[in-house]
């Protein structure tokens, strides 16, 4: 007499306690998304999926989300900790992401580079619903101003990381509130910003001992006296960049040099000799060993 064995389904398996914690978070989200399609109790499982989960990555579904579908996906979502929507230009308004924003009081990194459609409505929803934010993006979000921008230092003081990357409505005062309010930041990007000067790099220096790098590529109005007092207020300072910043010389650089500091710019008699060998093609007799 024969015995078959009885086969165990998938969804036999416990959805809280097994499925959701520790099989489906494997899986790739464009994958768990196409599972919906197979059942209406595999649709049930993503759903409960979804509503617990943590981190969303906008691109591991790619940019083009269609707005009801993101939407639909967190909708019932209160726990998420990490949202990435970076170069979601195309889709991402404020009317989709404010009620995401206003039910999510755990996020603590909120990446929204390159999302041009939203406004400073968002900034300050953010503001008042993450008091826990540590990790910021804005970069390329031409839309955050100065009242924004001081509606976030005033109710997210535990701020870690800002990329406030070519917001070119932000100038110096506005700055020099954020890095008082915000005491801890580690990183801050002020790059592709021409209103960005002196004062507000002094102001950082002088109010974030923690900081570990600075990005100041293409900010025009940088000069040498702001990076001399970052040298002396940043002893944990790992990184600085300074690129297309042409009132910024060695004569400043060379304090951070010496200390290990990692610069985007080479010492000038290196760049010289570099420059030269790129010249004449090869040049045997140049030491570059300096």
């Not at 049930?44 to 989960?53: K, P, R």
């Not at 944990?236 to 610069?263: D, P, Q």
Request: proline share 4%; with cysteine.
């Amino acid at each position: 007499m024969s015995v078959n064995p009885t086969r165990g389904c998938l969804l036999d398996l416990p959805w809280e306690d097994i499925l959701v914690p520790h099989i489906l978070c494997h899986l790739p989200l464009q994958q768990l998304l196409s599972l919906q399609r197979v059942s209406k109790s595999f649709q049930s499982l993503i759903q409960l999926y979804l509503a617990n989960m943590r981190c969303f990555d906008s691109s591991q579904i790619g940019p083009a989300i269609p707005r009801a579908a993101f939407v639909n996906m967190l909708k019932d979502n209160e726990v998420l900790q990490q949202l990435a929507l970076q170069n979601c230009c195309d889709w991402l308004t404020d009317r989709e992401l404010l009620p995401v924003i206003g039910q999510n009081h755990h996020l603590h990194q909120i990446q929204l580079k390159g999302c041009a459609q939203l406004s400073r409505h968002a900034l300050v929803a953010i503001s008042l619903s993450c008091p826990h934010l540590r990790q910021l993006s804005l970069a390329h979000c031409e839309w955050v101003d100065s009242l924004s921008l001081r509606s976030l230092a005033d109710h997210c003081k535990m701020l870690e990381a800002v990329d406030l990357t070519a917001c070119r409505q932000l100038k110096d005062e506005a700055i020099c509130y954020l890095v008082q309010k915000c005491s801890r930041l580690k990183s801050l990007s002020l790059a592709v910003n021409a209103n960005v000067g002196d004062l507000a790099v002094e102001e950082t220096a002088k109010c974030c001992p923690e900081l570990e790098h600075l990005d100041l590529t293409g900010c025009l109005r940088v000069k040498n006296d702001s990076i001399r007092v970052l040298a002396e207020y940043c002893p944990k300072l790992r990184s600085l960049k300074v690129k297309h910043c042409h009132n910024v010389a060695e004569s400043s650089l060379s304090i951070l040099r010496s200390r290990g500091v990692e610069l985007d710019v080479e010492p000038p008699l290196q760049r010289a000799l570099v420059l030269l060998q790129d010249v004449v093609g090869f040049a045997p007799f140049i030491n570059l060993q300096i």
